[in-house]
Every structure is written in C-alpha cells, then in structure tokens.
T-cell receptor, first 110, second 117 residues
Framework: KQEVTQIPAALSVPEGENLVLNCSFTDSAIYNLQWFRQDPGKGLTSLLLIQSSQREQTSGRLNASLDKSSGRSTLYIAASQPGDSATYLCAVRGGQNFVFGPGTRLSVLP | DTGVSQDPRHKITKRGQNVTFRCDPISEHNRLYWYRQTLGQGPEFLTYFQNEAQLEKSRLLSDRFSAERPKGSFSTLEIQRTEQGDSAMYLC???????????????FGPGTRLTVL
C-alpha cells in the first residue's frame, strides 16, 4: 500500500527566502506526481505535474524534482512572498487514483 | 466553463438525514474523481468515473455512500443516514485522458463542506 509523507509539517519563513518542501513515497512504481496548494477552507490548486519519465518541472518561481528510485520529490520555492502562504500537498498516482500526503503548512512573514 | 464546480458549498444536516452533492467537471474531461478530506489531512480517494462508468471504489465508501455520473457529464455523491463521522470536506476533481505513456493532471473543485450535527 502506497504511503506518502511530507516534511516538515509546518514551516515559517521571512519574505524573500528560498525554501524546499519534501515529499516521500514508499512505492516507486508510480505514473506521476502532482504538487498542489490549498488555501484554508478551499479546494486544491494544481501547481506542477511530473510524469514518471521526467526528472523535474518548472513554473515561474516553482521547481519540482522527482527521484523515483529513492521515492522522493522536492518542491523548491524561490524568493518566497506572503501570498505563498498556504498548505502544500503532494500526491502520487500508482493506478487509477492519487494518494496524498498530509501537507506542509507554509507561512511567509512580511 | 472555467473550472470544476461543486454544489452546495456548505451543507449542515442532522444525523440520520440523507444528503446529495453535485459536481460539474471541466467539459472536455472524461475522468471524474471524488475525495474526502478531514481537517489537517490530505484528501482520501473515494471513487472514480471514466465517462459514465464507475471504475474504482475505495473501502472508505461504505454501503451508505453512492455515486453516479449519468451520461458521463455531472456527478452526484449521496450519503444516506448520515453520521457525525461523515463530517468532512468532499472534493471533486476532473482530468483529461492523455496519450499513451502519459497520465492526467487533476483539477479540483472548491469542495462541499458537510457538517453532521
């Protein structure tokens, strides 16, 4: 059974810092991995999707990497802003549905 | 059609009542998913449709839960005889079917928050 963990559970940084969020999964037989952000009480917003054949994806200040063999993905956020404050979730697809991690709650202080 | 929509956004009900939620996916997406999310946790998969066919159901989906997607368009999730443990955010997502070797990106709706008193 696939299990997904995220470290740290919560993170507080001053504005402008570069930061890394971590996602680990136990079964490396995945089709893809997707990063989302979720604002309090809201649905999920897709940030980046990495197919199993890819090593990384970039969108603006975000860069996500995938190392299937070690069961890890990282989300790098450059020059963080207060608007980046949210919960960040990773989800892996192994089959027809996604398995989500519990998320990292990020606070960027002005 | 700019995204996945869900209705209602909030539902408060008494224990033992039946509730029904609706999800309208992005129009060209043929896959539709339902998830449940409790406070502080990531979403948990409930069920999945490809067009009108329900292809997979989680063990979380007890006999009190039923989902339909008539004509492969919108979907409904019904919970019968609600219990306080059913209180959660119910999320719907849709995705397109990509080509061989590539798998789809999921797009989520805003969710329906259910409170069972």
């Amino acid at each position: 059974k696939q299990e997904v963990t995220q470290i740290p559970a919560a993170l507080s940084v001053p504005e402008g810092e570069n930061l890394v969020l971590n996602c680990s999964f136990t079964d490396s037989a995945i089709y893809n991995l997707q990063w989302f952000r979720q604002d309090p009480g809201k649905g999920l917003t897709s940030l980046l999707l990495i197919q199993s054949s890819q090593r990384e994806q970039t969108s603006g200040r975000l860069n996500a990497s995938l190392d299937k063999s070690s069961g890890r993905s990282t989300l790098y956020i450059a020059a963080s802003q207060p608007g980046d404050s949210a919960t960040y979730l990773c989800a892996v697809r192994g089959g027809q549905n996604f398995v989500f991690g519990p998320g990292t709650r990020l606070s960027v202080l002005p | 059609d700019t995204g996945v929509s869900q209705d209602p956004r909030h539902k408060i009900t008494k224990r033992g009542q039946n509730v029904t939620f609706r999800c309208d996916p992005i129009s060209e997406h043929n896959r539709l998913y339902w998830y449940r999310q409790t406070l502080g946790q990531g979403p948990e998969f409930l069920t999945y449709f490809q067009n009108e066919a329900q292809l997979e159901k989680s063990r979380l989906l007890s006999d009190r839960f039923s989902a339909e997607r008539p004509k492969g368009s919108f979907s409904t999730l019904e919970i019968q005889r609600t219990e306080q443990g059913d209180s959660a955010m119910y999320l719907c997502a849709s995705s397109p079917k990509l080509g061989r070797g590539f798998y789809d990106e999921q797009f989520f709706g805003p969710g329906t928050r259910l409170t069972v008193l």
